[in-house]
């Protein structure tokens, strides 16, 4: 099993920046692909970053330029900076892993981007 923890989210201004960060309870790298997602309001949940044990990064589309995934394997943590956040980045933001073909989620970290 894995437990995941969120933590960063926040309220910021359009153009502002912001670190997440999720805390595994074991080691990042025997867990495998561990990513970010996020869900707004009345919207699906939607991949937004992930990195693999071999330090391949994937981003979505919206938000390549801005979001960088980082890890730090001595503190079991995976990372989100967030810059140039824009009022669409607004929703819950969710931390996953897979392992053993099972799926891990954290409770989310509410990021609201407004003026």
């Known amino acids: 099993q894995v437990q995941l923890v969120e933590s960063g989210g926040g309220l910021v201004q359009p153009g502002g920046s912001l670190r997440l960060s999720c805390v595994a309870s074991r080691s990042i790298f025997s867990i495998g692909v561990m990513g970010w997602y996020r869900q707004a309001p009345g919207k699906e949940r939607e991949l937004v970053a992930s990195i693999t044990t071999s330090g391949v990064r994937n981003y979505a589309d919206s938000v390549k330029g801005r979001f960088t995934i980082s890890r730090d394997g001595a503190k079991n943590t995976v990372y989100l900076q967030m810059n140039s956040l824009k009022p669409e980045d607004t929703a819950v933001y969710y931390c996953?892993?897979?392992?053993?073909?099972?799926?891990?989620w954290g409770l989310g970290t509410l990021v609201t981007v407004s003026s």
């Open positions: 996953r892993s897979t392992l053993d073909g099972m799926d891990y």
